[in-house]
């Protein structure tokens, strides 16, 4: 697991890294939250701590920042400080800045198990046969499941069901190698899913769609094309903003 610490107290923070990296923790820290930013556009840690006071900014401020980026929603956050912000994402926790050092590793380390346990979870026929997992896509989006599987290194086949379209995206060790969707592969099919996956999960008057992972071995798709060379985090990155540009499009042209 791989936490990223912000913190303007130089000592404070390395206390924290000892901490966490005794507990079995990757630690980061920063000081500065516009670096933090910059890193978080390249790699997301499980989960993030921020105290009180940064050097350009507040942890509250800070905290705003992270929520306002949607590619970071399933990225726990856990802030020093005697306040929190006025909605609180359920992921979330604010502690005392006084707060002992094995307390704050204890409440991070419960943060990411909450949030497997969320993302595995996700109905109550949640866990398949296989050890797979299945769900509804109203409950959390297809782009925050694809990051899911991807930080969990899993390997198998993604099966999403859209009304009548059905979807296939296959992973490699967390690596989406692999799609197929209404009649187009590779990136295009993985950028024209999502588009359709996150239309349907805003209009309340469809269903979101369903979907199905199912582990399988390497053996398992050994003859099945690689149509995706990018890493997953540099696609939906990547995807995630051709589907802003477009939704600003659409906007624009309304």
């Known amino acids: 697991m791989k936490v990223l610490i912000l913190t303007a107290q130089t000592e404070h923070g390395k206390a924290l890294r000892e901490s966490f990296a005794l507990s079995g923790f990757e630690v980061q820290v920063e000081s500065s939250a516009l670096y933090a930013m910059t890193l978080l556009e390249r790699s997301r840690p499980d989960i993030i701590v921020s105290n009180e006071m ?5 942890g509250l401020d800070f905290y705003e920042l992270v929520r306002a980026d949607h590619h970071l929603a399933m990225v726990p956050f856990l802030l020093l400080a005697p306040r929190g912000p006025a909605e609180l994402g359920d992921l979330d ?3 005392p800045p006084d707060t002992l050092n094995p307390e704050i590793v204890r409440t991070a380390y419960r943060l990411v198990l909450e949030l497997t346990r969320k993302t ?4 109550p026929e949640g866990v398949t046969p296989k050890g797979g997992i299945q769900g509804k896509l109203a409950e959390i989006s297809l782009f925050e499941l694809a990051q899911w599987l991807a930080r969990s290194a899993k390997t198998g086949r993604l099966i999403v ?3 009548l379209e059905e979807g296939s995206w296959l992973f490699s060790s967390g690596q989406l190698i692999h799609a197929e969707y209404a009649n187009r592969s590779g ?5 024209n899913l999502l588009i359709q996956a996150e239309a349907k999960r805003h209009n309340p008057d469809k269903s979101g769609g369903y979907f199905l992972f199912e582990p399988l071995s390497e053996a398992d798709f050994f003859l099945e094309p690689i149509t995706i ?3 997953t985090d540099q696609l939906l990155l990547s995807l995630a903003v051709q589907m802003d540009h477009q939704q600003r499009g659409d906007a624009h042209r309304a």
């Open 54 to 58: 940064l050097s350009e900014m507040s």
């Open 120 to 123: 595995v979870e996700l109905s």
């Open 229 to 231: 060379r990018k890493s």
């Open 187 to 191: 990136e295009d099919a993985v950028l």
């Open 93 to 95: 926790r604010i502690l």
């Open 161 to 163: 069901q859209m009304g």
